[in-house]
């Protein structure tokens, strides 16, 4: 028994310090994997960096000016066929598209000492259609994914899409084809590498050991479609230059409104509007020639300035009268009017009291407290109190199709955060149909009739011109009937 006991405290120690050693080897071992994680990692980037420079060490196969050289490859042949019999019709669609860009294209290769013959990859990526989009979301004629994009300087935002500029994108393709062919110092896994991206096709070519496009073709190491990207751009350039060979329409280059072109620089907002009136050129040829502009006015890039195209005929007095959206204020009655109705705050004075205050702003004595969260009766001198808008003075707004709230609160003379408060609303969707509150004006408002003209209202109210639109903060190009018009508020 003594034995047993003995070798009983034995096993249990042992038992005890293989447990604490297995959870120090656990330990360790979860440690071990955080670093060879961190070390895969890095181990990975510094590969594709590896992978890059070894790449980029390799000399140069041909001159930059050479491009890509015709071959008997039989997948051109295919392509060659399929543009100039099977899909002739659409293929002739992109030479046209293509024919009013051609030459501005060609001229911005060749600024950035590129082969014109670059041309060729942009019927193959969009057909020289401006606002293409694709199904993983590249945009514009040389169908930029967002991040490329910004990469090469392209802004995307609400109010413009650079991709789509056939300038501003073909600068930025100039900048990209340069940095691929430095990488690969051929023209064909620079157009692979455009198609593909550059890091997927130096894997493929350390992979199969060889830097030959069509050895990597024949041993299927790059995707299908980058293997038909080359022969397409081939068999589009042997089409082209040789339309009257394969019985394909082409038209002759008619492109001078995209070579002769004046570059402004805006800093801030500009209204097309106002570009169009003082420089007399078209809100239609503005945005023809700026494609990039999604909604009516320039966006603001502070740093840059946003570069705008004109037609160069137009003169620098004209230019220097255009002039950036100024921020509309409100007119002081008009403040008085919003702080009156939609709420304000009171300073508390001597012989004050929480009855007395709400009952001369016309609120609930409970609402003022719970308003300002006080609990008791109790006030200061001096102290500030938020006076929120009176119910009574409130009226209910149906939202119609088209509104949203930056519409409704403009129209109704209050801020947009305020009518969002004042509706408990978190965002600004709104739905038709939607009661919302809005404080009632006791402004003076002219229902506009047919024949009427504002000079013609001004007078009848014993105002002016220059009141009536400063009060509605609008021009009042056009009037129509049945347009409300602020004369004044009480």
Not at 221 to 238: D, F, G, Q, S
Not at 422 to 433: F, H
Not at 446 to 470: C, D, Q, W
């Amino acid at each position: 028994m003594l034995i047993n006991k003995k070798y009983t405290t034995l096993s249990l120690c042992l038992l005890i310090t293989l447990s604490s050693c297995a959870v120090r080897s656990s330990r360790s071992i979860a440690k071990t994997n955080a670093e060879a994680s961190i070390q895969i990692r890095e181990y990975k980037y510094q590969s594709q960096r590896d992978d890059l420079s070894k790449v980029i060490e390799n000399k140069s196969i041909r001159q930059k000016d050479e491009f890509l050289v015709p071959t008997s490859n039989k997948s051109v042949h295919m392509w060659i066929n399929y543009f100039s019999k099977r899909d002739k019709a659409r293929f002739e669609r992109f030479l046209t598209n293509g024919a009013k860009y051609k030459t501005l294209v060609q001229n911005i290769f060749t600024s950035y000492d590129l082969p014109k013959d670059l041309y060729y990859v942009g019927l193959i990526e969009s057909g020289y259609y401006l606002g293409a989009k694709s199904r993983a979301s590249a945009v514009g004629p040389w169908q930029f994914i967002r991040g490329t994009a910004k990469r090469y300087d392209l802004a995307i935002n609400s109010k413009v899409d650079e991709r789509r500029s056939i300038i501003k994108a073909t600068h930025a393709a100039a900048r990209y084809f340069q940095d691929l062919y430095n990488i690969f110092g051929s023209w064909e896994l620079a157009l692979a590498g455009y198609n593909a991206g550059e890091y997927g096709v130096i894997r493929r070519i350390r992979g199969a050991k060889t830097r030959n496009f069509y050895k990597l073709c024949s041993m299927k190491k790059l995707p299908r479609e980058t293997r038909n990207y080359v022969p397409k751009v081939l068999a589009a350039m042997e089409v082209a230059k040789n339309n009257r060979r394969y019985s394909v329409n082409k038209p002759s280059n008619d492109n001078s409104t995209f070579t002769d072109l004046k570059k402004i620089t805006l800093k801030g907002n500009y209204s097309l509007s106002n570009i169009s009136r003082n420089t007399n050129v078209t809100i239609a040829t503005i945005k023809k020639l700026n494609t990039d502009i999604r909604r009516n006015i320039t966006p603001n890039h502070p740093r840059s300035g946003y570069d705008l195209y004109l037609p160069s005929e137009i003169s620098n007095s004209r230019i220097a009268s255009i002039t950036p959206i100024k921020k509309k204020s409100i007119s002081n009655r008009a403040k008085r009017t919003y702080r009156k109705l939609a709420g304000s705050v009171y300073k508390v004075r001597s012989g004050d009291n929480l009855y007395t205050i709400a009952k001369r702003h016309n609120i609930n004595f409970k609402n003022l407290k719970r308003h300002n969260n006080i609990r008791g009766s109790k006030i200061y001198v001096g102290q500030k109190l938020k006076i929120p808008a009176s119910k009574s003075r409130m009226k209910v707004y149906r939202v119609k199709g088209g509104d949203n709230l930056y519409s409704i609160a403009r129209a109704n003379h209050i801020k947009y955060s305020e009518l969002k408060k004042i509706n408990k609303l978190k965002s600004s969707r709104i739905y038709i149909g939607q009661k919302l509150n809005i404080p009632a004006s006791d402004a003076q408002v002219h229902t506009v009739k047919p024949g009427e003209y504002l000079l013609k209202i001004a007078k009848n109210y014993g105002t002016t011109l220059s009141k009536l639109r400063e009060i509605n903060r609008k021009s009042f190009k056009k009037l129509y009937p049945g347009q409300k018009i602020i004369i004044s508020y009480n």
